[in-house]
């Protein structure tokens, strides 16, 4: 089953508005999770760390003001978009790694399909 | 920095031959691992394998195997007797091995055709 569980699957949102997504590890800790973008016919590309406890770690490139990443529990981090526009509108996944699985394939949620209009 | 290659971009083979899907890496760290993911038309991500760079062995499972050659920097997949199932964008990636250095580099991926 699922050990790593991501909601919505999709959203529609009007552009300005903020969308939030959670990205929640089921049966095991995750001290650390990433995000990552993919937009449509393109690889997955990392958006940031999040570690749990403290402020998250942005890739190059990405504004840490627009994409809110909040990991206050060990089995969620979220994901907020805010003042969405169209170009926002892109696949987001989570993974989530934790202490004892270090050493473990990185879990992955099964993305968010968000579209801004 | 850490860098995956994966030249192929399309493949198209007809159900039951074989296909081989390349990749090379490039890292400066000396323990990493390897990983290849399964992304079908509904987007979620299928892992498939991991190989710890210590470990050179080929391994099979079912119809997929994988060569990883350290001194070339390869980690290559071979689907056996495709299946249309398997038409699908396959991911190899790369990451370190320890907290925030486990985030994943992938390749651009390659989008494979399983015709019937």
Known sequence: ?117 | AQKVTQAQTEISVVEKEDVTLDCVYETRDTTYYLFWYKQPPSGELVFLIRRNSFDEQNEISGRYSWNFQKSTSSFNFTITASQVVDSAVYFCALSGTTGANSKLTFGKGITLSVRP
Not at chain 1, 2 to 30: M, N, Y
Not at chain 1, 47 to 55: D, I, L, R, Y
């Open chain 1, 1 to 117: 089953g699922a050990v790593v569980s991501q909601h919505p699957s999709w959203v529609i949102c009007k552009s300005g508005t903020s969308v939030k997504i959670e990205c929640r590890s089921l049966d095991f800790q995750a001290t650390t999770m990433f995000w990552y973008r993919q937009f449509p016919k393109q690889s997955l590309m990392l958006m940031a760390t999040s570690n749990e406890g403290s402020k998250a770690t942005y890739e190059q490139g990405v504004e840490k003001d627009k994409f809110l990443i909040n990991h206050a529990s060990l089995t969620l981090s979220t994901l907020t978009v805010t003042s969405a526009h169209p170009e926002d509108s892109s696949f987001y996944i989570c993974s989530a790694g934790g202490q004892g699985r270090l050493n473990s394939p990185l879990h992955f949620g099964n993305g968010t399909r968000l579209t801004v209009t």
